[in-house]
């Protein structure tokens, strides 16, 4: 089933996936398009509306298998009125210390400034130079894939994954970036570390953006507590 | 007030809080949960009179013990017809499927036998904490459950219920409760799969081996997913990017074995999936252990639906049993 920008697909009997697919479109507008139908449906949830997972250009749709089927879920979707809306979403401002601020925390930033040829303060320069858009939020509570890096620094994932990747872990894989909310197994290249407890944090949504900005080991720490007493 | 029914004296392997799992938290990154065998658990609370979804105890491969601290209604579901788990109440025999009493300090202990998975109900509302509208243990998200860090169920854990009306009748329509379980049976010869994503990007030829073959469910299966080794399928997708992963979604990773996403499956994934499982097929593999063989076949998702909504009918028509005699 077609129309004009998106392409219907039944995948379970519970859910449905809506793709833009238009070759034309840039990652950035087939991402705004789901960023856009994703809004109109979380404002106004209809009552067979289970869940909802936007990602990069596609939306999968939970839906209620008692009430509707997917022949009905396809069709209402179809009927929306999807107007573009000035809201941009919301900007976070995340504070990163560039380096480990505990010794048995892993980081890559000399690997990656070696596969550029390049100073670690370029990579951290270029890692912060401008906003990113979340795209999509998963694997984890509150991890938000965040794009597109600058491609002076796009750098492969890790050949074997860590078992032990701390959380504020700030780290990146091709052309992305993402924090660690919390601790996990992981591949992406970590540059620093995040205070910000982002199982805490405002969640991110997509068609937000967060901007990176770097702060010294004594901040990072003054931070860190700061955070553990408010929380305690 | 709040009434401690039931302490856990052992667990041998897992056993875990679980409900329908989260509400409308997939796009904050939070995974769906749930019940394994959803036709085993439902079972569980339509025989107590609970509301089929009410939370209730899951035990995964091994068994449990515990102990009554006050007279309570419990009900072990197991809907398949294999491998019957034992229970015994004070070294007692009983029957799984029915509604049992148990006095205070009288010890229950169920052996698997075999069993997979099989689930306690306990009449009544269980107080536990929510995440997302969900009292489910998520182990790999340290969250969930009586704890509250997805660890599961512990010896000495007090399983306590909400204040409640007096018991309900522990009637049982037993016709329609072989009914359902016949008939949630004939599933097991094949797994039905229904051709969805990237379907496309395998061949007919590899699509006709995939049906074809025979697999083994692999160790390294749980909750997140059942991986599966045998004949290696080729999808000719390079690369893909990633999307919401649905129950039962089947992804066929780089080394071209299939993966059965399931409950705890994470929201979202860049490999490419030939297809999905549904209906019955979910509850069924939440029945399946390492070793065990599997085999797909073609299927479709009308028909998930009507397999789930012909078993929601007949689940809610157990229950009512127990729901209408007392009013």
């Known amino acids: 089933m077609e129309n004009r920008l998106f392409r219907f697909e039944a995948v379970s009997e519970e859910a449905i996936l809506v793709s833009v697919r238009d070759p034309k479109l840039a990652l950035v507008e087939r991402n705004e398009l789901v960023a856009l139908l994703n809004g109109v449906l979380k404002s106004s949830p209809p009552k067979w509306l289970t869940d909802l997972v936007p990602s990069y250009d596609t939306l999968l749709i939970y839906f209620d298998w008692r009430q509707v089927d997917s022949y009905f879920v396809i069709n209402k979707i179809k009927e929306l009125q999807l107007i573009a809306s000035n809201h941009l979403g919301k900007t976070h401002k995340i504070p990163v210390f560039y380096g480990a601020p505990e010794d048995k925390y892993p980081l890559d930033l000399q690997n990656v400034a070696d596969v550029h040829k390049m100073f670690q303060q370029e990579v951290i320069k270029s890692h ?83 901007e990176f900005y770097p702060i010294d080991l004594p901040t990072y720490d003054r931070m860190k507590n700061g955070e553990t007493s408010a929380a305690n | 007030m709040v009434r401690p029914v039931l302490q856990i004296k052992q667990v041998d392997f897992n056993a875990q809080l679980v409900d ?66 034992q229970v015994l109440i004070d070294n007692q025999t009983h029957q799984i499927n029915q509604p049992l009493v148990v006095n205070q300090s009288q010890i ?118 059942i991986r599966l080794s045998g004949q290696n399928i080729r999808s000719n997708l390079t690369n893909m990017l990633s999307e919401g992963i649905c129950n039962g979604a089947i992804q066929i990773a780089g080394d071209g074995l299939p993966m059965i996403l399931l409950a705890d499956r994470q929201t979202i994934g860049g490999y490419p999936k030939i297809g999905a499982v549904g209906g019955l097929g979910l509850a069924r593999l939440g029945q399946a252990k390492p070793g065990d063989k599997i085999v797909f076949e073609l299927s479709d998702n009308e028909i998930f639906r009507q397999q789930r909504l012909l078993a929601e009918n007949m689940l809610l028509n157990i229950q009512s049993v127990n729901r209408t005699i007392h009013q």
Not at chain 1, 148 to 165: C, F, G, N, Q, W
Not at chain 1, 170 to 191: E, F, H, K, N
Not at chain 2, 111 to 135: D, M, T, W
Not at chain 2, 151 to 167: F, H, Q, T, V, Y
């Open chain 1, 128 to 210: 912060q130079q401008r906003p990113y858009r979340v795209f999509s939020v998963g694997f984890l509570p509150n991890f938000a894939y965040l794009g597109e890096l600058m491609s002076d620094i796009a750098t492969p994932r890790l050949k074997t994954p860590r078992t032990y990747v701390p959380a504020g872990a700030v780290a990146i894989a091709d052309r992305q970036t993402a924090i660690y909310p919390q601790r996990s197994q992981g591949g992406w290249q970590i540059l620093g570390y995040t205070p910000v407890d982002l199982r805490k944090h405002e969640g991110f949504s997509v068609g937000d953006h967060v």
């Open chain 2, 20 to 85: 329908q799992g989260r509400q409308f938290a997939q796009h904050l990154g939070y995974c769906q949960s749930g019940a394994m065998d959803w036709v085993s658990f439902k079972l569980a609370n339509a025989l107590v009179g609970n509301p089929l979804e009410a939370s209730a105890i899951e035990v995964s491969f091994g068994g449990i013990i515990f102990e009554a601290q006050s007279k309570m209604v419990i009900a072990i579901g197991y809907a398949s017809e294999q491998t019957i788990p």
């Open chain 2, 108 to 225: 229950i202990k169920i052996l698997p036998n075999g069993a997979c998975r099989f689930y306690v109900a306990i009449q009544g509302s269980i107080e536990v904490p929510e995440v997302h509208g969900s009292c489910c243990d998520v182990a790999k998200e340290t969250l969930g459950g009586l704890h509250q860090d997805g660890s599961g169920l512990k010896s000495r854990d007090i399983i306590k219920l909400k204040p409640s009306p007096p018991n309900k009748s522990l009637t049982v329509d037993n016709c329609m409760l072989n009914s359902l379980v016949a008939w949630s049976n004939l599933t097991n010869k094949a797994i039905p799969v229904h051709f969805c994503y990237q379907h496309q990007s395998f061949s007919r030829g590899q699509k006709a081996l995939f049906l074809s073959s025979e697999y083994e469910v692999s160790p390294q299966s749980g909750k997140q997913g």
